[in-house]
């Protein structure tokens, strides 16, 4: 039995559907993360596993037991949310022991959880502070503190970083990562929408997209073998290149006309019947290199962005179609302007039909 199983789960506000056909099984010891477009419905799939939200249909277990009905204090779950929610007048000590001693814990017990808590946190030098002498990330590792003295079965974080500046994200981050290799056996749900999280954090990703699951997979699996166009350009930044076309060759190798007038070859192999279909082709930015021969798209270069171990080059649009984004490495000079023909191998081209990935 898995550790936290979702069966057609849903969730609506009267008339109003938010989410449906939710399906997932969650293993002991995994980290799985939430991501989807702003309004998809992540925060409020974590609260429903909470408790905090009312399922309006389907199940929910957690070790086989049904928790529909089961209240948040009962269902053996820890959440850390966007907000610290630290108690100003406690000190860290205070507020880490604090669920503990409303739960009428021994004392010893409750000092054992917080000792325990505060060095897998590396809290130590701070017990005695109150929150408003600690920094924005020492604040979150409080509150991710007071969450792991409750020893849960599954630990929640909703954006638990996203109030912290780019430096202290980054490190907080990585404390989150350690902190997982410390605790090999919990199991924790992330909401985020920032990809590098997801991508560096979890064992698995799901993306959210139309009230429902778009794709479930480990991040390398996401980003290889996307089964949709809407994850293969949410995952991934810049997003990944579509360009439409009809497929003009089939077999082992798919040759595509594009219609900007390139030629695409694709590893995705296919069969007759698909002649002479319409499909887009998929190329990630990275995955695009120049070249004097054959090429998906020759194009005017609109604008460049150059970071230094790469440059960005953004061609004009044409057909109405979205500009096509090349991520070349290190310094290219001068290219703005010019006409620039760029490839890619043809294990790189995704091929997608109706939206849905042509791979089987």
Known sequence: MSELNLTDVAKSYGPVDVLKNINLDIEQGELIVFVGPSGCGKSTLLRMIAGLEKITGGTLEIEGQVMNDVPPAQRGIAMVFQSYALYPHMTVRENMAFALKIAKMPTAEIDAAVDRAAQILQLEPFLDRLPKALSGGQRQRVAIGRAIVRDPKVYLFDEPLSNLDAALRVATRIEIARLKEAMPDSTMIYV?????????LASRIV???????????TPLELYEAPDNEFVAQFI??????????????????????????GIARSAVPTEDSDLG???????????????????????????????????????????????VIAKLPGVQRNLRGQTVSVTAAPDKVHLFHNGLSMRK
Do not use: C, W
């Open 277 to 323: 279909k319409k499909v887009n082709i998929g190329v990630r930015p990275e995955d695009l290199a120049m070249t004097e021969e054959s090429a998906i798209l020759s194009g005017k270069v609109d604008f460049t962005e150059a970071l230094g171990e790469v440059t960005l080059l953004y061609f004009e649009k044409t057909n109405g179609a979205d500009a």
């Open 207 to 217: 993306v959210l997209a139309n009230k429902s699951i778009a794709q479930v997979g």
């Open 192 to 200: 985020t929408h920032d990809q590098v999280e997801a991508m560096t």
């Open 236 to 261: 991934g930044s810049p997003s990944m290149n579509l360009l439409s076309g009809t497929i003009t060759g089939t077999g082992e190798m798919t040759t595509v006309e594009l219609s900007s007038g």
